[in-house]
């Protein structure tokens, strides 16, 4: 038995829909349920909930037994937060009375650390006197993440609880997503189709294609496999992680060090050695033989081939590796005509010219 793992096995049929999962998943960090909508990323967070159950499965949570075939441990005695799309707290009640009610659904004394951690992390202390009509939306989703947090849950379970929100509010309630992610040690199952939030918050990736898991490893990873549709996606992208190296305020830049190279990207409101994840567009990458002289181009990447797979009758995608021990991966969206005429192979030298870094910022 594993005790830092959340193992989970089901099977399911609907009339036109049946999910088959058998997981192994990191007892820390985000996993994010990545996937189309109808993939089944739903269903298997409410089967991990409780909240659909199903006689052939089996759950272990840290080593714990919530289910195993016919003996399935009510919800509510499941120690586990849940989010969901849209926030669903009581609009009679205000948040603190919202966050007290969580607390005495479980059963739980008052834990005021619990309860004050989390109203500190998601920086609601000055809304609590308010009810729900008086909260923005990304307002009235930070109240209901406090609310699953406060009764100190196992797993916390989150079914895009960006997703009712405007672009703005999204951007304004990440950094809040982000500091449960540096600062907690509860493991999170984010149930999301963007990848813009995957990317950013995930560190595992589950990717679900109708009702199976389809693959699963680490988002920068998953994301840049070619045999997998994401790769297909205009969106298509590499994920990179770096370290904030130098900040250059006459020219607005930050220079980041990544995994055997740098990246020049525009300013970024972080500390020196902190962590930040970028996302690089396949699109947004060119290739060259040579390295190029002068160029307005700011990142130019000595990289090696892994792969090329044509996507479009004119496209190829390639998948590259970048810095030193090529740990870095990066993928290259270019058309088949400039394949041909530079003549690319799996295993060759080029620079890989970066046109935009997407800041997850
Ligand atoms: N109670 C149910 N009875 C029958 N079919 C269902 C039921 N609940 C879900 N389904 C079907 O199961 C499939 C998966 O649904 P699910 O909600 O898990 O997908 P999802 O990946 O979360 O999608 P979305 O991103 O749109 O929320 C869908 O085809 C849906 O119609």
Same mark, same amino acid.
């Given at each position: 038995?594993?005790? =830092?793992?959340?193992?989970?096995?089901?099977?399911?049929?609907?009339?036109?829909?049946?999910?088959?999962?058998?997981? =192994?998943?990191?007892?820390?960090?985000?996993?994010?349920?990545?996937? @189309? *909508?109808? *993939?089944?990323?739903?269903?298997?967070?409410?089967?991990?909930?409780?909240?659909?159950?199903?006689? &052939?499965?089996?759950?272990?949570?840290?080593?714990?037994?919530?289910?195993?075939?016919? @003996?399935?441990?009510? #919800?509510?005695?499941?120690?586990?937060?849940?989010?969901?799309?849209?926030?669903?707290?009581?609009? @009679?009640? /205000? !948040?603190?009375?919202?966050?007290?009610?969580?607390?005495?659904?479980?059963?739980?004394?008052?834990?005021?650390?619990?309860?004050?951690?989390?109203?500190?992390?998601?920086?609601?202390?000055?809304? $609590?006197?308010?009810?729900?009509?008086?909260?923005?939306?990304?307002?009235?989703?930070?109240?209901?993440?406090?609310?699953?947090?406060?009764?100190?849950?196992?797993?916390?379970?989150?079914?895009?609880?960006?997703?009712?929100?405007?672009?703005?509010?999204?951007?304004?309630?990440?950094?809040?997503?982000?500091?449960?992610?540096?600062?907690?040690?509860?493991?999170?199952?984010?149930?999301?189709?963007?990848?813009? &939030? %995957?990317?950013?918050?995930?560190? #595992?990736?589950?990717?679900?294609?109708?009702?199976?898991?389809?693959?699963?490893?680490?988002?920068?990873? %998953?994301?840049?496999?070619?045999?997998?549709?994401? !790769?297909?996606?205009?969106? !298509?992208?590499?994920?990179?992680?770096?370290?904030?190296?130098?900040?250059?305020?006459?020219? +607005?830049? /930050?220079?980041?060090?990544?995994?055997?190279?740098?990246?020049?990207?525009?300013?970024?409101?972080?500390?020196?050695?902190?962590?930040?994840?970028?996302?690089?567009?396949?699109?947004?990458?060119?290739?060259?033989?040579?390295?190029?002289?002068? *160029?307005?181009? $700011?990142?130019?990447?000595?990289?090696?081939?892994?792969?090329?797979? &044509?996507?479009?009758?004119?496209?190829?995608?390639?998948?590259?590796? #970048?810095?030193?021990?090529?740990?870095?991966?990066?993928?290259?969206?270019? #058309?088949?005509?400039?394949?041909?005429?530079?003549?690319?192979?799996?295993?060759?030298?080029?620079?890989?010219?970066?046109? +935009?870094?997407?800041?997850?910022?």
């Amino acid at each position: 038995m594993k005790t =830092d793992r959340i193992e989970a096995r089901f099977h399911l049929d609907y009339p036109e829909f049946s999910l088959d999962v058998d997981l =192994d998943l990191p007892g820390r960090g985000v996993t994010a349920l990545f996937g @189309h *909508s109808g *993939s089944g990323k739903t269903t298997l967070l409410r089967l991990i909930a409780g909240l659909v159950q199903v006689r &052939e499965g089996s759950l272990r949570v840290h080593g714990e037994v919530w289910q195993e075939g016919q @003996h399935i441990l009510p #919800t509510h005695k499941r120690p586990l937060g849940y989010v969901f799309q849209e926030s669903s707290l009581f609009p @009679h009640l /205000t !948040a603190r009375g919202n966050l007290a009610y969580g607390m005495k659904r479980v059963g739980n004394a008052m834990n005021r650390q619990a309860l004050d951690q989390a109203v500190e992390l998601l920086g609601i202390g000055h809304l $609590l006197d308010r009810r729900p009509h008086q909260l923005s939306g990304g307002e009235r989703q930070r109240v209901a993440i406090a609310r699953a947090l406060a009764v100190q849950p196992r797993l916390l379970l989150m079914d895009e609880p960006l997703a009712a929100l405007d672009l703005k509010r999204k951007q304004e309630i990440l950094p809040y997503l982000e500091r449960l992610h540096d600062q907690l040690e509860i493991p999170v199952l984010y149930v999301s189709h963007s990848p813009d &939030e %995957v990317a950013r918050l995930a560190d #595992t990736v589950v990717l679900m294609e109708q009702g199976r898991a389809r693959a699963i490893g680490p988002a920068a990873e %998953v994301f840049s496999r070619l045999d997998l549709a994401i !790769a297909l996606d205009q969106d !298509a992208s590499a994920i990179i992680e770096g370290a904030i190296l130098s900040h250059d305020d006459a020219y +607005a830049l /930050t220079r980041l060090e990544i995994p055997g190279g740098h990246l020049t990207v525009a300013r970024l409101d972080h500390d020196i050695h902190d962590l930040v994840r970028v996302r690089i567009h396949a699109r947004d990458v060119s290739l060259a033989l040579d390295e190029p002289g002068a *160029s307005s181009i $700011l990142n130019i990447l000595p990289a090696r081939i892994l792969e090329m797979r &044509e996507i479009e009758q004119a496209q190829v995608l390639v998948k590259l590796c #970048t810095g030193a021990g090529g740990k870095t991966p990066l993928l290259a969206r270019i #058309t088949r005509h400039s394949r041909d005429r530079l003549q690319l192979q799996e295993g060759q030298s080029v620079f890989a010219q970066v046109k +935009a870094v997407a800041l997850m910022d």
